[in-house]
């Protein structure tokens, strides 16, 4: 019984989350993680989640286009995988696409609802009501975790025995091509994140990760400590990071020093 209530905390926190941006509780890695801290199965959730992340990479809302909902799609999956239905992470995967579509017609469903709110908080502030205006973005911010928190409710409903037998009435040719599809869009998720980010300093270290990755003995621990030493490395090296690389110490100290007259100077 804690862990539905648990969960359902967490659905309603990923819905207000896909709009405030504060703690990020809508990415599929937080959301699968906690879920599978609130079910006992953390194992099955960070590895739902790390998988769901990497699709939800190039998700993005670009102006009125509304991206695919990640927070559906992970609170959900993540309860089949970690809570009493035990379905695999191949599953999971495969069930949070269409999911997350679905999300995306209910966010634009609240979204307009929320345009008639905004017109009431319009006029509250027009009569300088504060506790009206406040109270309507509470309920509008709760709109969006009911968004999530009630269709999570009705899936936790229904039985393990139920949801197995569904699973298992799906054809394997629409498992298999929600899975392709995923991993396709995995592919341009990271297409998307390396062009935002592609700059020629960058390249070398970008194929140093791909030739360390390739190390049976380096784990994901050691592969972050030596992300961080390379990164501190490099804005040590780097002119632009690093005053003192640019010049003589004994220039930046002139440099310094002039600054600092110009500045009592003003004074």
């Given at each position: 019984?804690?862990?539905?209530?648990?969960?359902?905390?967490?659905?309603?926190?990923?819905?207000?989350?896909?709009?405030?941006?504060?703690?990020?509780?809508?990415?599929?890695?937080?959301?699968?993680?906690?879920?599978?801290?609130?079910?006992?199965?953390?194992?099955?959730?960070?590895?739902?989640?790390?998988?769901?992340?990497?699709?939800?990479?190039?998700?993005?809302?670009?102006?009125?286009?509304i991206a695919p909902d990640a927070a559906l799609a992970s609170v959900v999956s993540a309860w089949l995988v970690c809570g009493p239905s035990g379905l695999s992470v191949h599953d999971g995967i495969a069930i949070a696409i269409p999911l997350a579509v679905a999300g995306?017609?209910?966010?634009?469903?609240?979204?307009?609802?929320?345009?008639?709110?905004?017109?009431?908080?319009?006029k509250a502030a027009e009569a300088g009501n504060v506790r009206q205006m406040e109270a309507i973005h509470l309920t509008a911010l709760s709109l969006q975790g009911l968004r999530i928190a009630l269709p999570t409710a009705v899936v936790m409903l229904a039985s393990a025995?139920?949801?197995?037998?569904?699973?298992?009435?799906?054809?394997?040719?629409?498992?298999?091509?929600?899975?392709?599809?995923?991993?396709?869009?995995?592919?341009?998720?990271?297409?998307?994140?390396?062009?935002?980010?592609?700059?020629?300093?960058?390249?070398?270290?970008?194929?140093?990760?791909?030739?360390?990755?390739?190390?049976?003995?380096?784990?994901?621990?050691?592969?972050?400590?030596?992300?961080?030493?390379?990164?501190?490395?490099?804005?040590?090296?780097?002119?632009?990071?690093?005053?003192?690389?640019?010049?003589?110490?004994?220039?930046?100290?002139?440099?310094?020093?002039?600054?600092?007259?110009?500045?009592?100077?003003?004074?």
């Amino acid at each position: 019984m804690l862990s539905i209530i648990l969960v359902i905390i967490i659905a309603f926190l990923a819905g207000m989350e896909g709009v405030l941006d504060q703690w990020q509780f809508h990415q599929p890695i937080v959301a699968c993680t906690l879920v599978g801290i609130a079910t006992g199965n953390i194992a099955a959730g960070v590895a739902l989640g790390g998988s769901l992340q990497l699709i939800t990479l190039g998700w993005m809302n670009i102006g009125a286009a509304i991206a695919p909902d990640a927070a559906l799609a992970s609170v959900v999956s993540a309860w089949l995988v970690c809570g009493p239905s035990g379905l695999s992470v191949h599953d999971g995967i495969a069930i949070a696409i269409p999911l997350a579509v679905a999300g995306q017609l209910l966010t634009i469903l609240v979204r307009t609802i929320v345009v008639g709110l905004v017109h009431g908080a319009d006029k509250a502030a027009e009569a300088g009501n504060v506790r009206q205006m406040e109270a309507i973005h509470l309920t509008a911010l709760s709109l969006q975790g009911l968004r999530i928190a009630l269709p999570t409710a009705v899936v936790m409903l229904a039985s393990a025995s139920t949801v197995q037998a569904v699973m298992k009435a799906i054809p394997e040719v629409i498992t298999n091509g929600l899975n392709i599809g995923g991993g396709m869009i995995v592919a341009v998720g990271y297409a998307m994140v390396i062009n935002m980010m592609a700059t020629n300093e960058l390249w070398p270290w970008f194929f140093i990760g791909f030739a360390l990755a390739a190390v049976d003995k380096l784990n994901l621990i050691a592969m972050g400590i030596m992300g961080v030493c390379f990164a501190l490395i490099y804005m040590q090296l780097t002119p632009k990071y690093n005053s003192n690389n640019s010049g003589s110490s004994e220039d930046a100290g002139d440099s310094l020093e002039d600054e600092l007259d110009r500045e009592l100077e003003d004074l």
